[in-house]
């Protein structure tokens, strides 16, 4: 009983020494410790929400979640640098599938940029490495700030990138409403005033609602996979994030799930019931009580986190885009463990 413990306990903690070349600073060796348990983990900076302490203890709370924080430490035991992986068990009965999908939002959190790129690389390929041994299907990383942050070592872990979409919003010098579509905004007081409402939600059962609409819209769609409800209730009771909801006659028709990080706010999750309730909108109401909210909460940007591939015809990204955003274009990264299918889709996706 106590060895199996022992195992279990050093498990959760794997460390690599690696060599970095010495610069000014003199920084040299590092260790690169990944660590499963959020008692193990060493006192890290947590304001940026997606490689926070905080999600990890979330996702650790999770049914079908486990995370993964990658921490790059000099041998004093001094944090460089740490980015947190959540490992996704995806399953289905109809058609019968199962499998696990490693899955990252950003490139880390840094001490200071001057070895960011030495550390990513480190990291990146002790977590590909990680994530290989526990027979993870495919490894998505998005959201990159810059577009060709951490290209040579992506190419080096064997990824490889898909053009991708992102649109924000800027509510630090204008307010909303100053750069939405006027015709828009006809049609949000229009529904306002026939009785529909927008609001946090207040109650537990709302954020079900809320979960159960978001099931519902993302069952038949490629990026479809959302974490338990579970999630959406430590983010509900949290201060990092807002669970949104379109109400009209007392029934959930849209909701939204909006994360917190740094001085910027992130629209994770959106849903509504368009085809139900055509002259309402909710989609557009959703959306902009998340813009507003936003604005009224003093953040600088608010990030749209799953536009989609760059089509030339994309309605989801023009609909976005009525509400005064900016496309970028950016990259996605995809890794897959099996070597003949990796190297397939890298062809297809070549550049």
């Not at 040579?152 to 924000?168: E, T, V």
């Not at 959703?286 to 600088?300: G, L, P």
Request: charged residues 25%.
């Amino acid at each position: 009983m106590a060895k199996s413990a022992r195992n279990d306990h050093l498990c959760t903690k794997e460390t690599w020494r690696k060599q970095m070349r010495p610069k000014a600073n003199g920084v040299k060796d590092i260790d690169i410790h990944i660590i499963t348990r959020s008692e193990e983990l060493p006192e890290l900076d947590g304001s940026n929400f997606f490689h926070s302490p905080l999600l990890f203890r979330m996702a650790e709370q999770t049914p079908g979640l486990t995370p993964y924080m990658v921490v790059a430490c000099q041998k004093n035991g001094t944090p460089l640098a740490h980015l947190l992986a959540m490992l996704r068990r995806r399953g289905s009965w109809i058609p019968p599938y199962l499998f696990t999908q490693g899955r990252v939002y950003g490139e880390g959190v840094y001490a200071d940029e001057e070895h960011k790129e030495e550390l990513f690389a480190l990291m990146l390929s002790a977590i590909t490495t990680k994530l290989h041994r526990q027979l993870c299907l495919y490894i998505e990383f998005s959201d990159i700030g810059k577009k060709m942050f951490g290209y040579k070592s992506f190419r080096q872990n064997g990824y490889f990138s898909i053009g991708w979409m992102q649109i924000h919003n800027s509510l630090h010098s204008k307010s909303p409403e100053l750069r939405i579509d006027e015709d828009v905004l006809e049609h949000i007081h229009h529904a306002y005033d026939n009785g529909a409402v927008t609001r946090e939600a207040r109650n537990e059962e709302e954020v079900m609602e809320v979960f159960r609409l978001l099931k519902r819209y993302y069952r038949f769609r490629f990026q479809r996979f959302i974490p338990d409800v579970s999630m959406f209730m430590q983010l509900h009771k949290s201060r990092h994030g807002s669970v949104n909801v379109t109400i009209y006659r007392g029934k959930v028709i849209g909701g939204s799930i909006v994360a917190y990080s740094e001085k910027n706010a992130y629209l994770w999750f959106e849903a509504s019931k368009k085809k139900r309730y055509p002259l309402l909108r909710p989609h557009m109401l959703t959306v902009w009580h998340a813009m507003k909210d936003s604005y009224d909460r003093q953040r600088e940007h608010i990030f749209f986190m799953n536009v989609g591939l760059p089509f030339r015809k994309n309605l989801y990204r023009e609909f976005i885009l009525h509400f005064g955003g900016k496309p970028v274009s950016t990259f996605r990264w995809f890794h897959f463990t099996f070597h003949w299918l990796n190297r397939l889709l890298a062809w297809v996706y070549r550049e």
